[in-house]
């Protein structure tokens, strides 16, 4: 069992033990300290009785959070922007996680949050989580195992908020069973072992836009759900305030963005609600629950102030002038020179943070087409091994992203424990020659009289390649004109067509399309969800649609696969269940192999950095990190210890 002990005075660092039945995890630091220190402006509303004294709001076992640098100083201010209400994937969620468990600084492993501790039973299937004793929600309302319950029973399992169990909930067809074994600890059950299960807990569980944050305040949020209030005075509730449901009332008062009032453990509160304005301030969480090493509470920053823009041109601009004071989800590369070239008169650093990417741009193709003609030539491995070999990625890399990408298969990175040297580079040579001959070798030599090759058919062999007008992942437009531009030197008819980004999530669900053009992510931890390994969703991120719907409903819809990508899709069943790490890394390798050599997608770039700015008097902001969706951006830096100095 864990053991903990309290030894001396000051801070003291305590970790783990193995235990008997399975394993226990608290690979976080607990903070013991003779007397911890806070903000100014809180001490302030302790001398006026208008706060409970720190030590009254602090938990048994403060989290300790070590700086980047130094020790921080209390105060400021730090200035963000996004892009709309609908923006707090690049910026709120970042800043607004506190998961149960979280992922540490190198997003490697995932260490204790929330929940000081937890243990795997030794067949896989008991997870139980030790929460942290005595912390409270931002209004002085305890923390406890109730409002994991309270998520779990009241809306993750109420049809009226969650119609879709999340996927990583669900074992042997079923949700887990979770169960309140005391007021601290709540144990889940599985069917069957899932070894992804912590990781898509620190993954799902700190995206401040989802249902799977795993804990919810019930003290508050109880008089808004139809299980603790009768639904006719919820209707009746909702219908004053122009929503049609109880349900969509509820959604309403749990979000941070339309409601301010709903309590939170992060460690700055919403002052007002941001939809409907373009501004909204968040102020430090006097009962935070986090400290450094010297036993000051966190955060050190007293107010985050968040403005909308119009776009990423305005906020370019307004980083130039200095408005800005940090960054992190909006910069590509293509805004790197501008932003460089303004670096002094903004007073800011352009940091360049390691990407996840393992490409920012793949062609996926549609292995489902309707046209059988097309389908059989997309299904040819020799095909698309040949369009890989016909583009020019030194040309891409240097005339796109500044050599600053790596010409690259779409596949993990180096750094993923599922790498296999070698795979990043399958088919990525600039060989023309030899791209043509193969094309002529499996019966598309033939060329009309405009000069491009025809189809077994005898029609033109005609690709058009839909993609939306997004800049997350760089100068797409220009990269995929460049594409088509190499494609068609082979005799290849190629079309780019920039389309809405809203009809481009609606035809990517379709197989009405030759291609799914997306980024190749989750290259640090491909199988945490193997969304970039196979088709199993289906929608812009995962290709075949057909395939993945089959994947996606257990085979009730669809169509099933064959060959490699069938034995991929069984050996990742296998995967999940395995109890032992060194079968795991086994599988899991094998899976990424072969992915990357059947090349269902075809990779340009990647690993390519992403620009981060920072005022220079931002400080505990890590020089090198990375960013990752995987790792809600920059949450695993703890902005928590940034302070303006």
């Known amino acids: 069992m864990m053991s903990w002990s309290r030894r001396g005075t000051g801070v003291l660092l305590m970790a783990a033990a193995l235990c008997v039945a399975g394993m226990s995890y608290g690979f976080g630091v607990t903070a013991l300290a003779a007397s911890y220190s806070e903000a100014p402006m809180l001490a302030t509303l302790v001398k006026q009785g208008k706060l409970k004294p720190l030590d009254q709001r602090l938990p048994e076992n403060p989290l300790l959070v070590p700086p980047v640098k130094e020790i921080g100083a209390y105060g400021g201010a730090l200035r963000i922007a996004i892009l709309s209400p609908a923006d707090i994937g690049n910026v709120h969620s970042a800043l607004l996680s506190e998961p149960l468990l979280r992922w540490n600084r190198d997003g490697n492993k995932v ?34 195992a109730d409002d994991v319950m309270f998520w779990y029973n009241d809306i993750v399992l109420n049809k009226d908020l969650c119609p879709t169990t999340p996927a990583w909930m669900i074992s042997e067809g079923k949700p887990a069973k979770v169960e309140k074994v005391d007021g601290h600890t709540v144990r889940f059950t599985l069917a069957k072992p899932n070894a992804v299960f912590v990781e898509n807990l620190a993954f799902m569980g700190g995206n401040a836009d989802s249902n799977s944050i795993m804990a919810r305040p019930k003290h508050y949020l109880k008089s808004f759900h139809a299980n603790y209030t009768p639904k006719a005075t919820l209707d009746d509730m909702a219908k004053k305030q122009g929503l049609d449901s109880w349900y969509a009332l509820f959604q309403d008062k749990w979000d941070f963005r339309t409601n301010p009032d709903c309590p939170t453990v992060a460690a700055w509160r919403p002052l007002n609600a ?34 909308i823009v119009s776009n990423v041109e305005v906020l370019n601009m307004k980083v130039a002038a200095g408005e800005i004071d940090m960054d992190w989800g909006h910069m590509t590369l293509p805004n790197y020179p501008f932003l460089k070239e303004n670096a002094d008169k903004g007073n800011y650093k352009v940091l360049l943070w390691n990407s996840t990417l393992g490409s920012n741009l793949q062609f996926q193709f549609d292995l489902n087409h309707k046209d059988p003609v097309l389908r059989e030539i997309f299904n040819n491995r020799q095909f698309r091994a040949a369009l890989s070999l016909g583009i020019n990625r030194d040309e891409i890399n240097e005339l796109c992203y500044m050599g600053l990408a790596e010409p690259r298969h779409a596949t993990v990175m180096q750094g993923c424990p599922y790498y296999t040297p070698g795979i990043d580079k399958l088919y990525t040579a600039y060989d023309p020659k030899t791209a043509n001959a193969m094309l002529d070798e499996m019966g598309l030599g033939k060329k009309g009289k405009d000069g491009f090759r025809l189809r077994p058919d005898g029609k033109p062999l005609e690709l058009l390649i839909e993609y939306p007008p997004t800049t997350e992942f760089g100068p797409w437009g220009d990269a995929i004109q460049l594409v088509t531009n190499c494609w068609q030197d082979l005799g290849v008819k190629a079309v780019a067509k920039c389309i809405a ?34 088709p199993s969703v289906p929608n812009r991120s995962t290709g075949s649609v057909l395939y993945a719907q089959w994947y996606a409903t257990g085979g009730k819809q669809g169509e099933k696969p064959s060959g490699d990508m069938l034995k991929a899709m069984e050996m990742y069943a296998q995967y999940v269940v395995a109890v032992d790490e060194n079968e795991r890394l086994r599988i899991g390798t094998e899976i990424v192999k072969i992915a990357a050599e059947n090349m269902w997608g075809i990779g340009v770039v990647g690993i390519a950095p992403v620009p981060i700015v920072v005022k220079k008097n931002v400080i505990n902001v890590p020089e090198k990190s990375t960013r990752d969706w995987l790792l809600i951006q920059i949450a695993h830096t703890n902005p928590e210890q940034y302070f303006i100095k």
């Open 111 to 144: 260490v204790p949050n929330l929940a000081e501790a937890w243990s795997v039973s030794g067949d896989g299937l008991v997870y139980t989580f030790r929460l942290r004793k005595g912390v409270k929600w931002s209004d002085g309302a305890p923390f406890t």
């Open 274 to 307: 941001l939809r409907g304005k373009d501004y909204q301030a968040l102020e430090r969480n006097p009962y935070y629950w986090k400290v450094d090493p010297n036993g000051n509470q966190l955060p050190y920053i007293d107010k985050i102030a968040v403005q």
């Open 501 to 534: 980004d809203g009809t481009h999530v609606t035809r990517s669900s379709t197989n009405e399309m030759d291609f799914t053009v997306w980024a190749y992510g989750r290259g640090l931890h491909p199988l945490i969800q193997p969304t970039y390994l196979f």
